[in-house]
């Protein structure tokens, strides 16, 4: 999740990160600075996914062969 789809979805609290371990399945992160989605694509395996921290919005990002595919769901109100 880069800067502009924090900003766009509210997201100036802390998200979590899907991490794929059983042991730390979420990690609790920030979106702090430019390249932090960066850094977080080398250390986690894809698809990346994003919790908003009221629970209520998913962001899973995938590697295509050419370019990424995101996708955003919310919780119905």
Same mark, same amino acid.
Do not use: K, N
């Given at each position: 999740?880069? $800067? &502009? *789809?924090?900003? $766009?979805?509210? @997201? @100036?609290?802390?998200?979590?990160?899907? *991490?794929?371990l059983g042991i730390l399945p979420w #990690? %609790?992160? +920030?979106?702090?600075?430019? &390249?932090? *989605?960066? $850094? #977080? +694509?080398?250390?986690?395996?894809?698809?990346?996914? !994003? #919790? /908003? %921290? *009221? =629970?209520?919005? #998913?962001?899973?990002? /995938?590697?295509? %062969?050419?370019? !990424? %595919?995101?996708? =955003? /769901? $919310?919780?119905?109100?």
């Amino acid at each position: 999740m880069d $800067r &502009g *789809t924090a900003r $766009r979805e509210r @997201h @100036h609290q802390p998200c979590y990160a899907a *991490t794929h371990l059983g042991i730390l399945p979420w #990690l %609790e992160c +920030r979106v702090p600075e430019r &390249g932090c *989605t960066a $850094r #977080l +694509r080398c250390a986690i395996e894809q698809p990346w996914m !994003f #919790l /908003s %921290e *009221t =629970l209520d919005c #998913l962001v899973v990002v /995938s590697e295509a %062969e050419y370019y !990424f %595919e995101a996708y =955003l /769901s $919310r919780r119905p109100t």
